[in-house]
């Protein structure tokens, strides 16, 4: 499983930067993010409806988030008229 620390970036930057490896991983494969800003954890987490990953773990440990999530093979229709954005 590959892992993204990102707990030294502020957001919007965790955020792009789990966007496009989502973009870059198989349906199966799994990603560990571990990140700070209590901002984008809302944020992900929406991306993570969007891009039609399974959220396996999501938790905050002494103000550190993991989420691991695991991507789904098949393509799902999105409806953005819930999506907060920043």
Wanted: hydrophobic share 35%; charged share 35%; glycine share 6%.
């Amino acid at each position: 499983m590959e892992e993204l620390n990102l707990v030294s970036l502020e957001c919007p930057e965790p955020f792009l930067k789990v966007s496009a490896k989502i973009m870059e991983i198989k349906g199966g494969e799994q990603l560990k993010v571990l990140y700070k800003d209590p901002k984008c954890d809302e944020m992900l987490l929406q991306l993570m409806d969007l891009a039609n990953c399974q959220v396996l773990q999501h938790e905050e440990k002494d103000g550190v988030f993991t989420l691991i999530i695991e991507k789904k093979g098949e393509k799902k229709k999105v409806d953005l008229s819930d999506f907060t954005g920043c």
